[in-house]
Structures are given as structure tokens and as C-alpha cells.
């Protein structure tokens, strides 16, 4: 593994985009300049999400995490990360990949909310049907 250089990696979900950063470190999260654990307002499911690709890969605690994340949700942000910590785990050392996408971590989820209709209450949710 080549330790001098960061790694670098967008990912995307919903309509959420995140960028991140990977250095080597002690394993600090910070997201939007703020601590991760009080960004994600200490949700487990989320931590131990952005967690994952580093225990697959046995890296628990060698690297700090930049990420700048902007639209969308909590949900959409999380796994936006996700997707860019996996990606910057590649760039980071190519070695990685067959690991994280073994797991599926590398897949980007590309389903988007479906517009709304006319003359309907949203996408598919129409009025109920009236007889008479």
C-alpha cells in the first residue's frame, strides 16, 4: 500500500453528492466540517455503515475521513459517502477492488424520486374513484 499519497472519491445518491477525502490517520470522521458522530446525530446505522468498507478490508482505524456532502437527506448522504469512501479506498490502492466489489460497495444506487403527474396527488397516487 502506498502510504505518501490521500486518496480521492465522489459518490452519488438520490440527489445527494458527496466528495471525500481519505488520509492517513487515527480514524476521525469529519463531515461538512463538523464531527461525523454530530452530523449524523449519533445514528449507529449510519456510523456502522460508513464503517463497513474499511472492516472488509481489516483498515478500521488507519484513516481520517474528509467528506463534503451537500443535498438531499441524512439517508442519501450516508450512502453517498459510502460509495466515495469506497472509491477513495481504490484510488488509494487498486488492490482493494475486488474486495469492495465483491460486497457491492462500489455499485452506484441510481434510483431517483419519480415526478409528479398532472391531475394526479403525486407520482402514481390517484383520487379515489367515484361511481357516481
Known sequence: MNLTKIG???????TS????????????L???KKEGNFYLQN????????????????????FDIYAKTNGGGL?????A??????????????QNR?????????KRDSRQVERKKF??????KASQFSKR
Not at 453528492?17 to 476521525?28: D, T
Not at 445514528?43 to 478490508?57: A, H, I, M, T
Not at 439517508?75 to 450512502?79: E, H, I, L, N
Not at 391531475?119 to 402514481?124: C, F, M, V
Open 8 to 14: 480521492y472519491g465522489i459518490g452519488r445518491r438520490k
Open 17 to 28: 453528492i458527496a466528495q471525500v477525502i481519505l488520509k492517513i490517520g487515527n480514524g476521525k
Open 30 to 32: 469529519i463531515i461538512n
Open 119 to 124: 391531475g394526479l396527488k403525486k407520482a402514481r
Open 43 to 62: 445514528n449507529p446505522n449510519y456510523l456502522q455503515k460508513l464503517e463497513n468498507s474499511f472492516s472488509l478490508l481489516g483498515l478500521k482505524k488507519n
Open 75 to 79: 439517508t442519501g448522504q450516508t450512502d
Open 98 to 106: 475486488p474486495i469492495l466489489k465483491k460486497a457491492g460497495l462500489l
Open 81 to 94: 459517502i459510502l460509495l466515495a469512501i469506497a472509491r477513495a479506498l481504490i484510488s488509494f490502492d487498486f
